[in-house]
């Protein structure tokens, strides 16, 4: 891409970000074949990324980790990641095995930006660039991430209605460089509104937004196949807070009000890297973010610390360990 000098800031500030999409994005053909069981090493269609990625029927997970290599230079990989669902599942049991790599795209950034070295905050806010560039506009998508500067950033600018220009500026991103935080408020901008996604992608991320509740409360499908424990899949639809139209619902996304900004204090018996509650997952509208405790996991994805069980699940946080390990 060569931008043209006669051309303003914003003229090829759009004019990058559509390249980068014609480069990046992931596009749906209806003429293109999905093989239920493909080959090892087979390489995936477009078509067949969205369609594992999409097979539980809920929004997308991508998990985004950075890293520093040993020169210095910031890294970030973003994967695209599946549930592992086998044919005699008879609920969520995808829950409790590692998650399924389906793409991964990794960035290094040079060591200099501008007249600073590159961070890894900055790489794992890079990540979400990518993940926006990759995913299609109109499906809904849950980022998992054990960075809360690059969550609090999303967040934040999701809502910046709430902040004063000056605020924007000197405190929203000022902490991950400005024109890494200007690129994510461009395509955050982008988002599409309510009015144009379609009733399918309203009902992927309700459900997407009810399992984050459900994980929240740690009501997970047992390890075993108990036919007297609570059917989750059923618990999700016939949950009381559960709609199709949660979307229009306020207070079913509550998560994402101005006042959630303020981290909760825990108290020094909560301090466990092991939990998963209410205050780690931001209801964005088409998109959730996902906070995970890093390090749950060793690298050959067995837990670390004997007797602890991965929170919020196996899958999240082998996810999470998947872009941990392509990071470094």
Same mark, same amino acid.
């Given at each position: 891409f060569i931008p043209k000098?006669?051309?303003?800031?914003?003229?090829?500030?759009?004019?990058?970000?559509?390249?980068?999409?014609?480069?990046?994005?992931?596009?749906?053909?209806?003429?293109?074949?999905?093989?239920?069981?493909?080959?090892? +090493?087979?390489?995936?269609?477009?078509?067949?990324?969205?369609?594992?990625?999409?097979?539980?029927?809920?929004?997308?997970?991508?998990s985004i980790d950075g890293s520093l290599t040993p020169d210095g230079a910031a890294t970030v990989s973003v994967n695209l990641i599946a549930p592992d669902i086998q044919p005699m599942d008879i609920d969520t049991e995808w829950q409790h095995r590692l998650a399924k790599i389906l793409l991964s795209r990794s960035w290094r950034l040079p060591?200099?930006?501008?007249?600073?070295?590159?961070?890894?905050?900055?790489?794992?806010?890079?990540?979400?660039?990518?993940? #926006?560039?990759?995913?299609?506009?109109?499906?809904?998508?849950?980022?998992?991430?054990?960075?809360?500067?690059?969550?609090?950033?999303?967040? +934040?600018?999701?809502?910046?209605?709430h902040f004063t220009h000056r605020q924007l500026i000197r405190c929203v991103k000022q902490g991950i460089d400005q024109s890494i935080a200007n690129h994510l408020d461009l395509l955050t901008s982008k988002w599409l509104t309510e009015d144009q996604l379609s009733p399918h992608t309203k009902q992927l991320y309700a459900k997407g937004e009810e399992i984050c509740k459900v994980w929240a409360t740690n009501k997970l499908l047992p390890l075993s196949n108990n036919p007297s424990t609570t059917n989750l899949?059923?618990?999700?639809?016939?949950?009381? #807070?559960?709609?199709?139209?949660?979307?229009?619902?306020?207070?079913?996304?509550?998560?994402?009000?101005? #006042?959630?900004?303020?981290?909760?204090?825990?108290?020094?018996?909560?301090?466990?890297?092991?939990?998963?509650?209410?205050?780690?997952?931001?209801?964005?509208?088409?998109?959730?973010?996902?906070?995970?405790?890093?390090?749950?996991?060793? #690298?050959?994805?067995t837990v670390k610390t004997p007797g602890e069980t991965p929170k919020p699940n196996l899958f999240v946080v082998s996810a999470n360990q998947i872009a941990d390990n392509a990071a470094t």
């Open positions: 000098v006669t051309a303003t800031m914003m003229e090829n500030s759009e004019s990058l970000s559509n390249h980068l999409t014609s480069i990046l994005r992931l596009r749906q053909n209806t003429e293109d074949p999905i093989y239920a069981s493909p080959p090892d +090493n087979y390489p995936l269609s477009d078509n067949e990324i969205i369609a594992f990625a999409t097979q539980h029927e809920l929004p997308i997970f991508v060591n200099q930006w501008g007249t600073g070295k590159t961070c890894i905050n900055m790489a794992e806010a890079f990540g979400f660039i990518i993940g #926006e560039y990759t995913i299609p506009s109109e499906l809904p998508v849950i980022y998992i991430t054990d960075s809360n500067n690059a969550r609090t950033l999303q967040r +934040n600018l999701k809502n910046k209605q899949a059923t618990a999700i639809e016939d949950s009381s #807070e559960y709609s199709h139209r949660s979307w229009d619902n306020d207070d079913s996304s509550s998560d994402s009000d101005l #006042e959630t900004y303020v981290p909760t204090i825990q108290k020094p018996a909560m301090k466990t890297r092991y939990r998963f509650d209410h205050d780690m997952y931001d209801l964005l509208g088409r998109t959730i973010v996902i906070k995970v405790f890093s390090h749950q996991l060793n #690298e050959d994805y």
